[in-house]
C-alpha cells in the first residue's frame, strides 16, 4: 500500500518554499521580478524539478531567460539549504493556470451580468 504523502512530495513542498524566498530575497537579475511559485514536480530520482511559476505581468520571454539563466545559483543555494544527497536540476515552465482561471471568471461574470440585463 502506497504511501499517501511521499518524500518526493515532501521535497518538492519544501523546494517551493525555499525557491520563494530564494526568488524575492536572492535573485538581483532585473528580468526576474514579481515571480509567484505555483508548484513544483520532482522525478523520482530526485535529478529534476520542474519548477510552475506564473507572474503579474503574464509571460515574456525575458522572465524565462532570466529564470534559465539564475537556475545554476539558485540550485546551489538549494543544494545549502537542502539536506540532500543529489539536488535537482531546474526546469521553469509558465504556468497559465493563473491566467485561465481569471478568464473563465470573466466570462462568468460577463454571463451573469447579460442575465441581469435580459431579465430587466
Known amino acids: 500500500m502506497p504511501k499517501d ?19 524575492r530575497l ?3 537579475d532585473p528580468r526576474v521580478g514579481m515571480v509567484t511559485v505555483t508548484g ?13 511559476y506564473t507572474t ?6 525575458e522572465l524565462q531567460e532570466g ?6 545559483f539558485l540550485r546551489s543555494k538549494l543544494a545549502g539549504l537542502m539536506k540532500l544527497r543529489i539536488t535537482p536540476q531546474l526546469h ?18 460577463r454571463a451573469i451580468a447579460s442575465d441581469h440585463n435580459k431579465s430587466d
Open 5 to 23: 504523502y511521499s518524500r518526493t512530495d515532501r521535497i518538492a513542498e519544501q523546494i517551493q518554499r525555499e525557491l520563494a524566498q530564494l526568488l
Open 67 to 72: 529564470l534559465e539563466k539564475t537556475a545554476g
Open 40 to 52: 513544483v514536480e520532482v522525478t523520482r530520482d530526485y535529478a529534476h524539478a520542474k519548477i510552475f
Open 56 to 61: 503579474l505581468n503574464g509571460t515574456s520571454k
Open 26 to 28: 536572492e535573485v538581483k
Open 92 to 109: 521553469f515552465v509558465y504556468d497559465s493556470s493563473v491566467e485561465h482561471g481569471s478568464q473563465l471568471s470573466q466570462l462568468i461574470d
